[in-house]
């Protein structure tokens, strides 16, 4: 694998030789034809039992208005989803097993991009010409040279993070690889965008809890919080500085306050009132507040955009009976009491989520039942660019969602 890797790699720099004439980060030429635009917004854990009560509120008008717009439904995940393994999937519609990101640690090695063993769409979308612009989307660490610019987010290493799992980074503070590509947009970012926070806050131990819950939680909230505003000002200062006909960006708070701020009631296990009573409404909250980003990015798109919202996998309270560790969740904190969590054995108790708005795109679709899935996603997206989709992919056009996909899509 290391040699397909290389000539990936390989394929990479080749790529990047051949672009050097086109203005830095890749903007379009203005001689060519206009590509469409797609922008693809990630929610880690974005869990519709949560979503849907705050539509019927009214809490969510951005995401609603995607939802008049455009299409939604569930989105078929994969078993004992988390959020390596499943972007990996949606980076390749490959199986981990393929791709090689099966979790967060690989053979005792935190998931990096180096273990990709299947060719991710940026790479596929820069070869053909389309520019690429990906803001902290979860396991692009270390970033990946593309046809634009990438900025690393979950899972990128740094002080007070060595080993990069679920903690909170600085941008001047990563260690072990780059988190920016091009090198010189990092002095460019730190110093308009200022020094930000490349993914969420760690959650807290039990032993800090203990005595002080609800200061802790508050201030937990507060971090999470400064750390979603800056990761706004960063998406409107990308999607102003250097607008790509491609943009993936992320958002990794939601499932991380999921995990042990679920409103869960006082049959559910694990259920503690000196935590579990204090902010019920913090993880709706979490939702509410994804929805002021969403309206954010929402700003720099139009009619003629394709708009993507989709999450990895959802959340729920702890319910698997086999499980002798009521605690126990493989992948993130093991001294946070978590209470809710998703990677459980059958995924399609913790489907993610899907909403496309765009040009041909129906309005108002429900896609019922697992009409469409986490491998569907990349053969969509090549789709829009008339790029065919590669034989290794296993996931099909979403061609359901649009009108009539032959005549609104772009052609080569
Ligand atoms: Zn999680």
Not at 153 to 179: F, H, I, W, Y
Request: include cysteine.
């Amino acid at each position: 694998m290391v040699s397909r890797l290389f000539v990936m790699k390989s394929i990479n720099l080749i790529l990047l030789l051949t672009l050097f004439s086109l203005p830095l980060f890749g903007q379009a030429q203005s001689t060519a034809k206009p590509k469409p635009r797609v922008v693809v917004v990630g929610v880690n854990g974005m869990e519709l039992d949560v979503i849907r009560p705050l539509l019927l509120q009214g809490k969510m008008p951005n995401l609603s208005s995607v939802i008049k717009k455009g299409a939604y439904g569930k989105l078929r995940t994969l078993s004992a989803p988390n959020c390596p393994r499943v972007y990996s999937t949606l980076f390749t519609s490959t199986k981990p097993e393929e791709h090689g990101v099966s979790g967060f640690i690989v053979g005792g090695i935190t998931a990096n991009t180096n273990m990709l063993k299947q060719e991710p769409i940026w790479s596929l979308l820069s070869k053909d010409g389309v520019t690429v612009g990906m803001a902290n989307v979860p396991a692009t660490f270390p970033v990946m040279p593309v046809n634009g610019f990438m900025i690393s987010g979950m899972l990128t290493r740094g002080k007070n993070c060595e080993d990069g799992v679920l903690c909170a980074p600085k941008l001047s503070e990563v260690q072990g690889g780059d988190a920016v590509y091009p090198a010189a947009l990092k002095a460019e970012l730190l110093k308009n965008v200022g020094d930000f926070y490349i993914d969420c806050e760690r959650m807290p131990a039990a032993m800090d809890l203990k005595g002080h819950e609800t200061e802790v939680i508050d201030a937990w909230l507060k971090k999470v919080q400064l750390i979603r505003d800056q990761q706004t000002q960063l998406f409107d200062y990308l999607l102003d500085h250097h607008p790509t006909e491609f943009t993936w960006l992320a958002q990794s708070c939601e499932d991380r306050a999921g995990h042990w701020l679920y409103p869960i009631a006082p049959y559910h296990a694990g259920y503690n009132p000196k935590i579990n009573s204090v902010r019920p409404d913090a993880f709706p909250n979490q939702y509410v507040a994804f929805d002021k980003v969403l309206g954010a990015i929402l700003k720099h798109t139009d009619e003629n955009t394709y708009v993507f919202i989709v999450s990895d996998h959802g959340i729920k309270p702890l319910r698997e009976f086999e499980e002798t560790d009521p605690h126990a969740h493989m992948d993130h904190e093991k001294t946070t009491p978590v209470i809710a969590k998703h990677d459980f054995a059958d995924g399609d108790d913790v489907p993610g989520s899907f909403f496309a708005m765009g040009p041909g795109i129906k309005h108002d679709l429900r896609l019922m039942g697992f009409e469409a899935s986490v491998y569907d996603l990349a053969p969509t997206i090549l789709h829009i660019y008339g790029i065919q989709q590669p034989v290794q992919m296993r996931g099909h056009v979403l061609s359901e969602i649009f009108e009539n996909s032959d005549k609104t899509v772009a052609k080569k």
